[in-house]
């Protein structure tokens, strides 16, 4: 298998089924998988939808403490790697909860 | 230790050195069973077990003196049960690697509170003085690897050999600190300086309060959002639906694997 194959490539070597990096995908690959399932979006749509969740979570969590941030603020809070590892760890577990369900 | 030895004093006044002759004449006795005998002979010879003692105190002196010489007494009565004077030799001759054994275990045994076997406190010498001696020739220190092969031991016996002659101190023993700059000391116990890692009832509730918040704000999202969220960091699984949350790479050169 070449190292390198583009996701269309290992989609065709295998039962079309889409292959990915261990750990994640890319803004690509996800908007390929998107638009495949019917919902059309490029890499840059994918990056504004999870730029739009993480800052949505930092929103509601900031007025839960009464504090009112602006735009600027709530995406300076949702581009931490801290903050965007803090909310993949509690929604992992979040998964896992409701898949022993 | 001045009171210790005084104490001494009138034993060794008591019973003055004995001759040769007086040492056989004992041991015979002490062979038929004679209790008195062993008691004169074990009276007699205080005077080695002091002086040994006071001997081995001088590069020890962290060491209690009066258990010192129990120990080297107890060496005594060793060599006194199993001395044989028909193999020709005089009993301070043959009592004195006794005394000198039971004062060795006896700081073998202080040395550290973990016990382990007397040849382990001579390789920890013989290993500490090579690394010395490599230090001042190489101008490196020595690995464990090489201080082992010189030994004629394995690296892991020596690694164990170090690691079970490790300092330890009583978790109530002091520590002074000073302050710079003043020269006020502090004193305070060493379980005053170890850092205490369990999370306190009030951060364990903070934390579970930021949790729910942050589980509220989770079912905020949409599904698009989260299956984005998902698929970009990784949370899916190739079980069930394979089409929207893919398979990894490792799991596609497993899958082709088991087909091949």
């Known amino acids: ?101 | 230790m001045a009171n210790i030895l005084s104490s001494y004093q009138d034993l060794i006044k008591q019973n003055p050195l004995l001759t040769r002759d007086q040492e056989i004449a004992l041991a015979k006795k002490i062979k038929a069973g004679d209790i008195k005998a062993r008691q004169k002979m074990i009276e007699s010879n205080y005077r080695l077990v002091i002086n040994l003692a006071k001997k081995y105190h001088e590069n020890h002196r962290n060491l209690d003196f009066s258990e010192l010489l129990s120990e080297s007494q107890m060496g005594l009565i060793k060599a006194v049960d199993r001395f044989d004077h028909e193999k020709g030799f005089k009993f301070s001759t043959y009592a004195c690697w006794w005394i000198k054994q039971a004062i060795m275990s006896f700081i073998n045994d202080s040395y550290s509170v973990i016990k382990t076997p007397g040849n382990n406190r001579v390789i920890l010498a013989k290993a500490q003085k090579m690394r010395k001696e490599y230090l001042s020739k190489f101008g490196y220190n020595p690995s464990n690897d090489e201080i082992a092969a010189a030994l004629g031991i394995s690296p892991t016996t020596l690694t164990n050999v170090e690691t079970a002659h490790v300092n330890v101190i009583s978790i109530d023993a002091e520590v002074k600190s000073k302050t710079t700059g003043q020269t006020q000391t502090k004193t305070r116990s060493v379980v005053e300086t170890i850092e205490d890692e369990h999370v306190s009832a009030e951060q364990l509730l903070i934390n579970q309060e930021l949790r729910q918040i942050l589980l509220d704000s989770l079912r905020l999202l949409t599904p698009r959002e989260e299956k984005i969220l998902r698929l970009r960091f990784g949370l899916y699984t190739a079980d069930d639906d394979v089409e929207n949350f893919p398979m990894t790479l490792t799991q596609l050169i497993e899958l082709q694997t088991e087909e091949n």
């Not at chain 1, 039962?15 to 840059?44: A, C, F, P, Q, W």
């Not at chain 1, 949702?78 to 992992?92: G, H, N, T, Y």
């Open chain 1, 1 to 101: 298998m070449k190292k390198n194959m583009t996701i269309q490539e290992l989609r065709d070597a295998k039962k079309n089924v889409s292959v990915v990096n261990e750990g994640g995908l890319s803004y690509n690959e996800i908007s390929e998988i998107m638009t495949r399932g019917g919902d059309k979006m490029n890499h840059s749509n994918v990056r504004a939808i999870m730029l739009k969740s993480f800052m949505k979570i930092a929103d509601h969590m900031s007025k839960e403490y009464g504090l009112s941030h602006d735009y600027n603020k709530l995406l300076e809070i949702a581009i931490k790697p801290d903050f965007q590892e803090s909310v993949i760890e509690i929604l992992d577990q979040e998964i896992n909860k409701r898949k022993k369900k």
